[in-house]
C-alpha cells in the first residue's frame, strides 16, 4: 500500500500567518508587523496567492536562522521571499543574513517585488557601497530560482546594470490580492466638507517634506479626515503612550499625543490587513506618501492618490498606473478635492489583468502554483478568514475608560506573572549551575594538588640500598 503523498509546504517570510488573530498587546510586544504593517499587506496576499489544493504555506515570522537550513531542507519544498525596499544601506545587515541562510538551502528561493530605495529622481549613487552586498544576495537566489521579481524599472535597471539578466517587473504581489479583478472607482462625483478622507505619511516625509503642513491643512478643511499610521513606533505611542522611541521627536506626526488629530481620536493603526482594508471601504478617498497605505484602499475600492516622496513608492505607481504627484511637487495647501478630481482609475484598472499575468508567469516559471489559476481564486482563504475576530484598528488613548484601562493592565498583569515565572526558573537554573561549578572546581582543586608519594622501593633495589651499605661499612 503507496503512503499518502505529502502536501507542498512553503516557507514564507512574514512577520505573521494571516490566520492569527492575535491581541493588539501580544502584536506589540512581539512586533508582528516587522516596524511597519504595510509588511503585512504584502505578505497576506503571497500567502493567500500561494495557498492552492495540496499546499500549504507556513509564516517564518521574521526569523532568519542560518543554522535552521538543514531543518528548512528537510521540511519545506521552497523559501519564498516578498521584500520591499530591502536595496537600501539601512537593511544592509539582514540582507547578509538573509543571503547566509539562502546559501546553506537547497530547495528553490523566490523572491516576490523587491525594490531599490533612492530618491524620486531615481540615483543610484548612493547605493554603490550597498553593491557587493546586493550582488550577493541576487547571486544566491539566482542560483535557487528562474528569475528574481522587482518591483519596477529603476530596480530592474540597478540589477542589470550590475550584470543580472534574469530580473523580472512584477510590482508588489499586495496589488494582486483579488488575483486580476480590481474595481476601483469614484463613488462620488466630488469631494466636500463632508466626505470621508483617509491621510497617511511617513515620519520622514513628515519631518523632512512637507507632510506636517498637508496633514494640518486637510485636518482644518475636513472634519471627517482620518490619519492612518504604520509604525511599531506610532503603535507604541498609540496604545501605551510611550514615547521613547527616536519618532516621537516628530511631534508633526498624528500619532504623537500632542497633535490634535489624536486628541480628537482621528487616527488609527492596523495589526491586521483584512481590518485595514474593511474599514477603508468606508471612505471616499485616500492619500498620503506611504505606498501601501494607498494599496490597501485600492484594495477596499477606494480611490486613492500617492505622494511619491522616494523611488520605492514612484517606480510602483508608475508600474501598476497608480494616480500619483511627488511629494515636491505638492504645495502644502493642496486640497485632496483637486487630487480627486484629477484622479484618473482608467489605466490602473485596465491594464491590471495583464500585469496579473505577468505575474502569474513569473510565479509558473519559479515552479509556483497559486489559487487563481491552480485553486479556487482563494474562497477558502476568504471563508476561512471570515470566520476569525480580529482585534479593530488602534486608537489613541486619551479617555481613562474602565474598558481601556481594563485590556491594557490586564495584559500587563499577565506580563508580569509571566515574568515572574521565568524569573523563579531562571534563578532555580542558576543555582543548579553555581552548585555545580561549584563542585566540578573543587573536583578540579583536589586533582591539581600535589599529592605526597608513598613509594614502596622494589626487591631489587631494597637488596642493593642494603648491599650498598654493608660494603660502605667493611671499607
Request: proline share 5%; with cysteine.
Given at each position: 500500500m503507496s503512503s499518502p503523498v505529502r502536501p507542498q509546504r512553503i516557507l514564507l517570510r512574514s512577520g505573521k500567518s494571516p490566520f492569527d488573530a492575535i491581541p493588539v498587546e501580544e502584536a506589540l510586544h512581539k512586533n508582528v508587523i516587522a516596524t511597519n504593517s504595510g509588511n503585512l499587506i504584502f505578505s497576506d496576499a503571497a500567502h493567500k496567492i500561494l495557498e492552492t489544493p495540496g499546499t500549504e504555506v507556513v509564516s517564518n515570522r521574521m526569523r532568519v536562522d542560518v543554522t535552521a537550513a538543514g531543518r528548512i531542507n528537510e521540511e519545506y519544498d521552497a523559501f519564498v521571499v516578498p521584500l520591499a525596499n530591502a536595496f537600501r544601506p539601512s537593511f544592509a545587515e539582514p540582507l547578509q543574513k538573509l543571503t547566509q541562510l539562502i546559501g546553506k538551502l537547497k530547495i528553490p528561493v523566490v523572491v516576490l517585488g523587491v525594490g531599490a530605495q533612492a530618491d524620486v529622481g531615481f540615483d543610484a549613487g548612493r547605493l554603490k557601497p550597498l553593491e557587493p552586498v546586493v550582488r550577493d544576495f541576487v547571486s544566491a537566489v539566482l542560483d535557487r530560482s528562474a528569475s528574481i521579481g522587482v518591483r519596477g524599472e529603476f530596480t530592474e535597471k540597478?540589477?542589470?546594470d550590475m550584470g543580472f539578466r534574469d530580473v523580472e517587473i512584477i510590482g508588489c504581489p499586495s496589488m494582486f490580492m483579488w488575483g486580476k479583478e480590481l474595481a476601483v472607482h469614484k463613488r462620488v462625483d466630488a469631494l466636500t466638507t463632508e466626505s470621508r478622507i483617509s491621510i497617511n505619511g511617513s515620519h520622514s516625509a513628515v519631518k523632512n517634506q512637507g507632510m506636517d503642513k498637508i496633514i494640518l491643512n486637510a485636518h482644518a478643511r475636513y472634519p471627517h479626515l482620518r490619519f492612518v499610521g504604520q509604525n511599531l513606533s506610532?503603535?507604541?505611542?498609540?496604545?501605551?503612550?510611550?514615547?521613547?522611541?527616536?519618532?516621537?521627536?516628530v511631534t508633526g506626526m498624528p500619532t504623537h499625543p500632542d497633535h490634535p488629530m489624536y486628541r480628537e481620536d482621528k487616527v488609527r493603526i492596523y495589526i491586521d490587513p483584512v481590518r485595514w482594508i474593511d474599514d477603508l471601504r468606508g471612505f471616499d478617498f485616500s492619500f498620503g506618501s506611504r505606498i501601501h497605505g494607498n494599496i490597501a484602499a485600492l484594495l477596499a475600492g477606494t480611490p486613492a492618490t500617492v505622494l511619491c516622496s522616494d523611488s520605492r513608492t514612484l517606480e510602483l505607481c508608475r508600474y501598476f498606473d497608480i494616480p500619483h504627484r511627488t511629494l515636491t511637487e505638492v504645495p502644502e495647501d493642496v486640497d485632496p478635492a483637486r487630487l480627486y478630481e484629477e484622479a484618473d482609475f482608467g489605466a490602473l484598472v485596465g491594464g491590471h489583468s495583464e500585469r496579473f499575468e505577468r505575474f502569474v508567469r513569473f510565479l509558473d516559471v519559479n515552479g509556483l502554483k497559486n489559487t487563481f489559476t491552480h485553486g479556487d481564486g482563494g474562497a477558502a482563504f476568504e471563508q476561512r478568514m471570515k470566520k476569525l475576530t480580529f482585534p479593530e484598528g488602534i486608537r489613541p488613548w486619551n479617555a481613562a475608560d474602565?474598558?481601556?484601562m481594563v485590556s491594557r493592565f490586564g495584559w500587563l498583569h499577565s506580563r508580569v506573572s509571566q515574568l515572574s515565572k521565568d524569573n523563579a526558573q531562571l534563578k532555580r537554573e542558576l543555582t543548579r549551575v553555581r552548585t555545580s561549578a561549584k563542585g566540578a572546581a573543587?573536583?578540579?582543586?583536589v586533582a591539581q594538588t600535589p599529592a605526597v608519594t608513598v613509594r614502596t622501593p622494589s626487591v631489587y633495589r631494597r637488596a642493593r640500598r642494603a648491599m650498598g651499605r654493608a660494603l660502605q661499612s667493611g671499607r
Amino acid at each position: 500500500m503507496s503512503s499518502p503523498v505529502r502536501p507542498q509546504r512553503i516557507l514564507l517570510r512574514s512577520g505573521k500567518s494571516p490566520f492569527d488573530a492575535i491581541p493588539v498587546e501580544e502584536a506589540l510586544h512581539k512586533n508582528v508587523i516587522a516596524t511597519n504593517s504595510g509588511n503585512l499587506i504584502f505578505s497576506d496576499a503571497a500567502h493567500k496567492i500561494l495557498e492552492t489544493p495540496g499546499t500549504e504555506v507556513v509564516s517564518n515570522r521574521m526569523r532568519v536562522d542560518v543554522t535552521a537550513a538543514g531543518r528548512i531542507n528537510e521540511e519545506y519544498d521552497a523559501f519564498v521571499v516578498p521584500l520591499a525596499n530591502a536595496f537600501r544601506p539601512s537593511f544592509a545587515e539582514p540582507l547578509q543574513k538573509l543571503t547566509q541562510l539562502i546559501g546553506k538551502l537547497k530547495i528553490p528561493v523566490v523572491v516576490l517585488g523587491v525594490g531599490a530605495q533612492a530618491d524620486v529622481g531615481f540615483d543610484a549613487g548612493r547605493l554603490k557601497p550597498l553593491e557587493p552586498v546586493v550582488r550577493d544576495f541576487v547571486s544566491a537566489v539566482l542560483d535557487r530560482s528562474a528569475s528574481i521579481g522587482v518591483r519596477g524599472e529603476f530596480t530592474e535597471k540597478y540589477l542589470k546594470d550590475m550584470g543580472f539578466r534574469d530580473v523580472e517587473i512584477i510590482g508588489c504581489p499586495s496589488m494582486f490580492m483579488w488575483g486580476k479583478e480590481l474595481a476601483v472607482h469614484k463613488r462620488v462625483d466630488a469631494l466636500t466638507t463632508e466626505s470621508r478622507i483617509s491621510i497617511n505619511g511617513s515620519h520622514s516625509a513628515v519631518k523632512n517634506q512637507g507632510m506636517d503642513k498637508i496633514i494640518l491643512n486637510a485636518h482644518a478643511r475636513y472634519p471627517h479626515l482620518r490619519f492612518v499610521g504604520q509604525n511599531l513606533s506610532d503603535a507604541q505611542q498609540m496604545h501605551w503612550r510611550d514615547l521613547s522611541d527616536r519618532n516621537s521627536r516628530v511631534t508633526g506626526m498624528p500619532t504623537h499625543p500632542d497633535h490634535p488629530m489624536y486628541r480628537e481620536d482621528k487616527v488609527r493603526i492596523y495589526i491586521d490587513p483584512v481590518r485595514w482594508i474593511d474599514d477603508l471601504r468606508g471612505f471616499d478617498f485616500s492619500f498620503g506618501s506611504r505606498i501601501h497605505g494607498n494599496i490597501a484602499a485600492l484594495l477596499a475600492g477606494t480611490p486613492a492618490t500617492v505622494l511619491c516622496s522616494d523611488s520605492r513608492t514612484l517606480e510602483l505607481c508608475r508600474y501598476f498606473d497608480i494616480p500619483h504627484r511627488t511629494l515636491t511637487e505638492v504645495p502644502e495647501d493642496v486640497d485632496p478635492a483637486r487630487l480627486y478630481e484629477e484622479a484618473d482609475f482608467g489605466a490602473l484598472v485596465g491594464g491590471h489583468s495583464e500585469r496579473f499575468e505577468r505575474f502569474v508567469r513569473f510565479l509558473d516559471v519559479n515552479g509556483l502554483k497559486n489559487t487563481f489559476t491552480h485553486g479556487d481564486g482563494g474562497a477558502a482563504f476568504e471563508q476561512r478568514m471570515k470566520k476569525l475576530t480580529f482585534p479593530e484598528g488602534i486608537r489613541p488613548w486619551n479617555a481613562a475608560d474602565i474598558d481601556s484601562m481594563v485590556s491594557r493592565f490586564g495584559w500587563l498583569h499577565s506580563r508580569v506573572s509571566q515574568l515572574s515565572k521565568d524569573n523563579a526558573q531562571l534563578k532555580r537554573e542558576l543555582t543548579r549551575v553555581r552548585t555545580s561549578a561549584k563542585g566540578a572546581a573543587k573536583a578540579a582543586t583536589v586533582a591539581q594538588t600535589p599529592a605526597v608519594t608513598v613509594r614502596t622501593p622494589s626487591v631489587y633495589r631494597r637488596a642493593r640500598r642494603a648491599m650498598g651499605r654493608a660494603l660502605q661499612s667493611g671499607r
